[in-house]
């Protein structure tokens, strides 16, 4: 989620829905990432126009944090404004965070799980301020939320909510994800068309039926056009 996060400002989260995803409901525990490198090229497209706005290699790995089974998913983005990196360690069955770091120029991120709170520091602009944060209840990483979209139970009409803590911009965010259609996308086969709904914007992916992954996505960004998101797994 990162490559859309960067691109829009966060606003306030609306209640959640009562079906609501956290870590620990039984939909997410059912659910195993799988390894994976993957490279995504986005792309701002005004009519004959295509400006590269960014690209960014996802991987996901399985490791431990101390004695608790996890998924580590880490980002990088290379950019006209620099590089960027971020990486989420979530517990392996729960997807409870465990930990998150990150940087970009003038920026850092640490934050770790002590009990029920999430501490470290973030550093803005060069300034430097501590993190300490309780949950009300169980939050995911939204950092991560794009790709665990993609390993839900896709179907005809399917919907659900994911809530999760943006640990960048301090906020709870309550995400909806329905499934808008089914294609047949080269090289790839079959794909679950999915929105994301955001509150601020709205996503378009689209997930390959067999590996689960986002081969292409799309935001309308109105008079500026469309920002384009295009995959490619295994690079």
Same mark, same amino acid.
């Given at each position: 989620?990162?490559?859309?996060?960067?691109?829009?400002?966060?606003?306030?989260?609306?209640?959640a829905?009562?079906?609501?995803?956290?870590? %620990?409901?039984?939909?997410?525990?059912r659910?195993?990432?799988?390894p994976?490198?993957d490279?995504?090229?986005?792309?701002?497209?005004? !009519?004959? @126009?295509?400006?590269?706005?960014v690209?960014?290699v996802t991987?996901?790995?399985?490791?431990?944090?101390?004695?608790?089974?996890?998924?580590?998913?880490?980002?990088?983005?290379?950019?006209p404004?620099?590089? &960027?990196?971020?990486?989420?360690?979530?517990?392996?069955?729960?997807? @409870?965070?465990?930990?998150? /770091?990150?940087?970009?120029?003038?920026?850092?991120?640490?934050?770790?799980?002590?009990?029920?709170?999430?501490? %470290?520091?973030?550093?803005?602009?060069?300034?430097?301020?501590?993190?300490?944060t309780?949950?009300?209840?169980?939050?995911?990483?939204?950092?991560?939320?794009?790709?665990?979209?993609?390993?839900?139970?896709?179907?005809?009409?399917?919907?659900?909510w994911? &809530? &999760?803590?943006?640990?960048?911009? !301090?906020? /709870?965010?309550?995400?909806s994800v329905?499934?808008? %259609? +089914?294609?047949?996308?080269?090289?790839?086969?079959? &794909?679950?068309?999915?929105?994301?709904?955001?509150?601020t914007h709205?996503? @378009?992916?689209?997930?390959s039926?067999?590996?689960r992954?986002?081969?292409? !996505?799309?935001?309308?960004?109105?008079s500026r056009?469309?920002?384009?998101? +295009?995959?490619?797994? !295994?690079?």
């Open positions: 989620m990162l490559i859309v996060c960067s691109l829009f400002a966060m606003l306030a989260v609306a209640p829905p009562v079906d609501t995803l956290r870590p %620990g409901h039984r939909a997410l525990e659910l195993t990432l799988r994976s490198l490279t995504v090229d986005v792309t701002l497209v005004s !009519g004959t @126009t295509k400006r590269p706005l690209q960014t991987s996901i790995t399985e490791t431990t944090l101390g004695h608790t089974a996890a998924f580590l998913v880490t980002f990088v983005n290379a950019s404004r620099g590089a &960027a990196w971020d990486s989420v360690w979530v517990d392996r069955k729960s997807f @409870t965070p465990l930990r998150h /770091e990150a940087g970009a120029p003038g920026n850092e991120l640490h934050v770790r799980r002590e009990g029920d709170r999430y501490v %470290g520091t973030a550093v803005d602009s060069g300034k430097t301020t501590p993190v300490n309780t949950f009300a209840q169980p939050l995911l990483d939204f950092s991560v939320l794009t790709i665990v979209a993609g390993y839900l139970p896709l179907a005809p009409g399917y919907r659900t994911l &809530a &999760a803590w943006d640990f960048a911009q !301090g906020n /709870e965010r309550i995400v329905q499934v808008i %259609g +089914e294609e047949s996308i080269a090289g790839t086969g079959k &794909a679950w068309k999915v929105q994301l709904d955001f509150g709205s996503v @378009t992916s689209w997930y039926d067999r590996s992954l986002m081969v292409r !996505g799309s935001v309308a960004m109105g056009g469309e920002m384009q998101m +295009e995959a490619r797994h !295994g690079t």
